[in-house]
């Protein structure tokens, strides 16, 4: 496992923009597909963005593509997940997180074996 903490989030308006960081301890960060992940209130965890190790591919959903790039510096172990014209419907709190597995699976929660404490993200409308 690796030790994840992000930052970057706070309360923005709609329109406006966050980029979120998410800072990995320990030597294996550059093998590792990261994810983004995000809860609102009330509702199940769910899959944002997700990028390989070697940074190529970025996989989105739906709601997200097109606003939200996801990017990774491997020679800092940090991804980034960076949200423009965002919406109210994107408040939530915001995750990291990190698998050894580098396959079409990274839309999956239990893909990912390590976890950031979140950060929230709160857009105002």
């Known amino acids: 496992q690796v030790q994840l903490a992000e930052s970057g989030g706070g309360l923005v308006q709609a329109g406006g923009s966050l980029r979120l960081s998410c800072e990995a301890s320990?030597?294996?960060?550059?093998?590792?597909?990261m994810g983004w992940f995000r809860q609102a209130p009330g509702k199940e965890r769910e899959f944002v963005a997700a990028i390989r190790w070697s940074g190529n591919s970025g996989y989105y959903t739906d709601s997200v593509k097109g606003r939200f790039t996801i990017s990774r510096d491997n020679a800092k172990n940090t991804v980034y997940l960076q949200m423009n014209s965002l919406k109210p419907e994107d408040t939530a709190v915001y995750y990291c997180?990190?698998?050894?597995?580098?396959?079409?699976?990274?839309?999956?929660?239990?893909?990912?074996?390590?976890w950031g404490q979140g950060t929230q993200v709160t857009v105002s409308s």
């Open positions: 320990g030597r294996t960060f550059s093998r590792r597909a």
């Open positions: 997180a990190a698998t050894r597995v580098d396959s079409i699976l990274l839309h999956i929660r239990s893909t990912y074996d390590s």
